[in-house]
């Protein structure tokens, strides 16, 4: 199970953290990341990383946001700055180990003009 938390509106320029924790069976290697999915769009891949910290990013958030986590609290963040509107969706947590996938409820991030 995967709680997600921090989401909010915020203006342009401005900072938010998003937070999820994983609960349950949690195999010790395993990827964790975040999602999105704005309206009318598919979801995307915003940001993951590994037990072992690779991480990964999509182009359009590099340099802006930095994912990180904890692996003794099976705990994962995704911290965004000088966010901008088109970052405006419900972000998704997720969790993939040993080929399955679990999803968090979505959090919504709104980023105002």
């Known amino acids: 199970q995967l709680q997600a938390s921090g989401g909010g509106l915020v203006q342009a320029g401005g900072s938010l953290r998003l937070s999820c924790a994983a609960s349950g069976s949690i195999f010790s290697i395993n990827v964790m990341g975040w999602y999105r999915q704005a309206p009318g769009k598919r979801r995307e891949l915003v940001a993951a990383i590994s037990t072992g910290g690779s991480s990964n990013y999509a182009d359009s958030v590099k340099g802006r946001f930095t994912i990180s986590r904890e692996n003794a609290e099976n705990t994962v963040r995704l911290q965004m700055n000088s966010l901008k509107p088109e970052d405006t969706a419900v972000y998704y947590c997720?969790?993939?180990?040993?080929?399955?996938?679990?999803w968090g409820q979505g959090t919504l991030v709104t980023v105002s003009s």
């Open positions: 997720n969790l993939k180990m040993r080929g399955t996938d679990t």
